[in-house]
């Protein structure tokens, strides 16, 4: 009796532990944070007249946001989180969404070149040795020291614009004035001078030279002598100009390059105005 006791509950054992073996394992529970709403930026610096856009992280696509600005003044922002820096200060930039406000402080600082603002193109603020000025954002500046000066290229980005400008800065030890400058390049910048370089470089016959002219310009800084020229080559006239002054303790030449027929006169122009020399 006791034999067929203990094979009754060893039996029982058995089914007890295959049927717990059976029984699927539960998990523990998984719990699904919801994803932290927040700005990409809590802090942005501009200086007057550049943008930056903020956007919000953490929610849908669909999702509404709200933008304002403490100060209108200071920085503006546009319904899609683009911020626009209007004047120097301060100013909170807020994103109200999903019941939460969420804020950027903005500091809005003057730009070091005045001129940047102003420019007739989209401009960028460049510097060769201590020699500040501007340029447009779509050129790229490159430069190399030459015997007793500084040689600075400026050329499109487009490569399918071959133009470009050649600033020749050269220091001086003692500085001549305007009309040494002026009675210089007056009597160097003849038509005879351009037809020598231009057979050399092109060969006779190749090209037709027209219009030289000399005038002084009128600048910030003072007085430029802006030689102008229409160099005619296949029937394609190209206006060219060399600018010869005087800025400080610096001699400055500034030659442009219209290979398509571009006139580069109002980039130039506008570069010898925004020269600043870093003290």
């Known amino acids: 009796m006791k034999l067929i006791k203990k094979i009754i509950i060893s039996v029982l054992v058995l089914v007890l532990i295959f049927t717990l073996t059976d029984i699927p394992a539960i998990s523990n529970p998984v719990v699904t944070q919801a994803a932290t709403i927040k700005l990409d930026k809590t802090k942005l610096e501009l200086v007057v007249g550049k943008t930056s856009s903020l956007h919000v992280l953490g929610i849908k696509k669909t999702a509404t946001v709200k933008w304002s600005s403490s100060d209108k003044k200071t920085a503006t922002v546009s319904t899609k989180g683009k911020v626009k820096a209007v004047a120097v200060g301060t100013a909170k930039i807020t994103a109200s ?41 779509d050129w790229t500046l ?7 000066g500084i040689k600075a290229s400026l050329k499109p980005n487009d490569t399918t614009n071959p133009s470009s400008i050649v600033i020749t800065i050269f220091p001086q030890k003692t500085v001549p004035d305007y009309n040494y400058i002026k009675k210089h390049y007056t009597s160097l910048y003849t038509k005879d001078y351009f037809d020598t370089s231009y057979t050399e470089s092109l060969g006779a016959g190749t090209y037709e030279l027209t219009g030289l002219t000399q005038s002084d310009l009128t600048v910030s800084l003072g007085k430029v002598l802006k030689t102008e020229y229409t160099l005619t080559i296949k029937g394609v006239p190209l206006i060219q100009q060399i600018y010869d002054f005087i800025i400080e303790s610096y001699c400055i030449e500034i030659d442009s390059n219209n290979v398509i027929g571009t006139d580069l006169s109002t980039i130039i122009e506008y570069t010898i105005n925004s020269l600043i020399i870093e003290k």
Request: glycine content about 6%; some cysteine.
């Open 142 to 148: 490159t430069y190399n020291l030459t015997t007793g």
């Open 97 to 137: 969404v999903s019941g939460k406000k969420l804020t950027c402080t903005v500091t809005v600082k003057k730009p070091a070149n005045p001129s940047l603002n102003d420019a007739p193109f989209d401009a960028q603020e460049v510097q060769v040795g201590n020699i500040d000025f501007v340029i447009p954002s």
